[in-house]
């Protein structure tokens, strides 16, 4: 086992398990999912707080579902209600002005065969604090206003990490001992630069500036909803998205061109009041300019997405193009991917191997849905073929569908992405959702099967009686893991029509094992002659276990 958790205190030099660099929604999710597998970890943010720009906005139901593990699903829900009409689509002259075309998003279809989540709108701004305050009270260690300026890994590349970070107020520095490090940092990441680490793909496809304002809506919108606006004017050629006529706030985003001599400098508080202007259509409307970020649009790949002991989360790891607002979503499950895996390190349950599977199980699924982003930008550009558009797959195939082809069965291939309603308990997918019923003292709750994943290795079997669980107690014993049995019975009812071992893809006295990131790891058809022998090797495969 790890040590408890303690209390960083001011001095010289701290130690922690994970140092996390960057304080966006990957790191703090990152941080979240490390403390709610009791890893103790310090984040470091050089800037002093969340993001004030809106960012990524749309969040897909596997997102949720790793929120939901976390106890943060109902936070975000509540905050994400007064968005849920945000669905109209347009192009305009201004906000006030003529509509050139305007459409209807169709509202989210009913998910809950495949999903006990939802898809939601909601800008990063708003859900970066209520990641940050579940981090924080869950005992992650968060530092903004504080910035990494060196590291070293003295003992070696899979040695601990020896960093030196500056708190940027009082120029403090201070020393922080750190068995791994993550970098959260971002698309220019100085954490992957310093290691070298080189990134392929097409690269930079268009440079952006993003224009965070405040001003009266009310009367430019008339009541109307957008989740994203285009502005064609003689100004300009731009967008507003995530706008917000309850604090009068929204983001005009435009493209600048590099190779025409333009820059963000370009953009100063005059100007970008005049484009804001120019967007609303009220020529002198009192407009304050609340902060302008520019940004690349890229489609960018790290190399690798471990060295030793630092990995790389996020847009360190990889840049994807916001056409079907994938960026954000895949950071925080790569997060989610990594967390469970360096406890189980920590613990001595996995072998250091285990780690490998971080960038053989991501790398690969970044890089497909890079390619998914791409292909919907040639969609939407009109510039698609036949064979491009046959290519691009769901969004929902992307988000909940992505596979990890390492863990299928011998002999299995399976394809990188594949539709929700279709997940049938192949090890390497998404574990399958199934309404469930769970005693709670005289009553029965509703929930999902899925809500019984993510603390620990879990083997669902049919039964209380399954001769599974004591195969299981036997297996768990022999590897020295956690493993907790999940038997239906008087305190579980299937709520499903099919019946859970049907979507799971075994009879019913199979039994299935799901790691703590809620992918099948393991599946037995049926009842075999040594199960805890069996189980025994399902265990070490997954863990990365030698035999004692």
Not at 94 to 120: F, N, W, Y
Not at 129 to 134: C, T
Not at 293 to 320: K, N, T
Not at 534 to 543: D, G, I, S, Y
């Amino acid at each position: 086992m790890g040590k408890e958790p303690e209390e960083l205190v001011e001095r010289s030099e701290e130690s922690t398990d994970v140092l996390i660099v960057g304080g966006g929604i990957t790191g703090l999710s990152c941080a979240l999912f490390l403390r709610h597998h009791g890893v103790r970890c310090a984040l470091v943010e050089r800037h002093a707080s969340t993001s004030v720009h809106p960012r990524a906005w749309g969040w897909y139901p596997r997102t949720l579902e790793l929120f939901r593990s976390v106890g943060v699903e109902e936070p975000v829900l509540r905050a994400a209600a007064g968005y849920a009409e945000h669905r109209r689509q347009a192009t305009v002259e201004s906000l006030a002005g003529r509509e050139l075309k305007a459409a209807m998003l169709p509202e989210p279809g009913d998910l809950s065969a495949v999903t006990p989540s939802r898809q939601i709108s909601l800008g990063q701004d708003v859900m970066e604090p209520i990641v940050r305050e579940a981090a924080d009270r869950a005992g992650a260690v968060l530092r903004y206003g504080t910035e990494l300026t060196s590291f070293e890994r003295p003992e070696g590349p899979d040695g601990p990490v020896v960093a030196t970070v500056k708190d940027r107020d009082t120029g403090e520095e201070r020393r922080v001992r750190a068995r791994w490090l993550v970098a959260a940092d971002g698309g220019r990441s100085p954490v992957r630069e310093t290691l070298g680490i080189r990134r392929v793909g097409r690269g930079t496809l268009q440079h952006q500036v993003s224009i965070l304002f405040r001003a009266d809506l009310s009367g430019p919108l008339a009541g109307r909803r957008f989740s994203i606006c285009q502005i064609e004017n003689a100004d300009m050629s731009g967008a507003v998205l995530g706008h917000d006529d309850t604090l009068g706030r929204g983001t005009l985003i435009l493209q600048y061109r590099p190779e025409q001599g333009e820059t963000p400098e370009d953009f100063g508080t005059e100007r970008s009041v005049r484009l804001v202007r120019s967007a609303i259509g009220v020529p002198d409307a009192p407009v304050e300019i609340i902060g302008v970020l520019p940004w690349e649009l890229a489609a960018l790949s790290a190399e690798r997405f471990r060295d030793g002991s630092v990995f790389l989360v996020g847009d360190s790891a990889h840049v994807i193009p916001p056409i079907g607002g994938y960026g954000a979503n895949t950071g925080v499950h790569d997060a989610h991917n990594l967390a469970w895996k360096l406890a189980a390190v920590l613990r001595g349950e996995a072998g250091e191997g285990l780690l490998d599977t971080y960038d053989a199980e991501r790398r690969p699924v970044a890089e497909a849905t890079i390619e998914q982003a791409q292909l919907r930008l040639l969609v939407r550009s009109g510039r698609a073929g036949e064979e491009q558009r046959r290519a691009t797959v769901d969004v929902l195939a992307v988000m909940l569908g992505h596979a990890y082809p390492a863990v299928a069965e011998p002999g299995v291939s399976l394809a990188r992405f594949r539709e929700p309603a279709k997940l049938s308990g192949e090890p390497g997918t998404r574990a399958p959702h199934v309404p469930v019923l769970r005693r709670d003292g005289e009553v029965d709750r509703p929930g999902s099967l899925l809500d019984l994943y993510g603390s620990s290795l879990v083997l669902v079997c049919g039964s209380d009686g399954s001769p599974w669980r004591r195969a299981g107690e036997d297996a768990a014993r022999r590897v020295g893991a956690r493993l907790r049995t999940v038997a239906f019975g008087a305190e579980l009812r299937d709520g499903s029509e099919e019946g859970w071992h049907t979507r799971y893809g075994v009879s019913a006295d199979g039994a299935v094992l799901v790691r703590p990131d809620g992918f099948v790891a393991w599946r037995s058809a049926g009842a075999v002659a040594d199960g805890a022998a069996v189980l025994e090797a399902a265990l070490r495969r997954t863990l990365v276990r030698d035999a004692d």
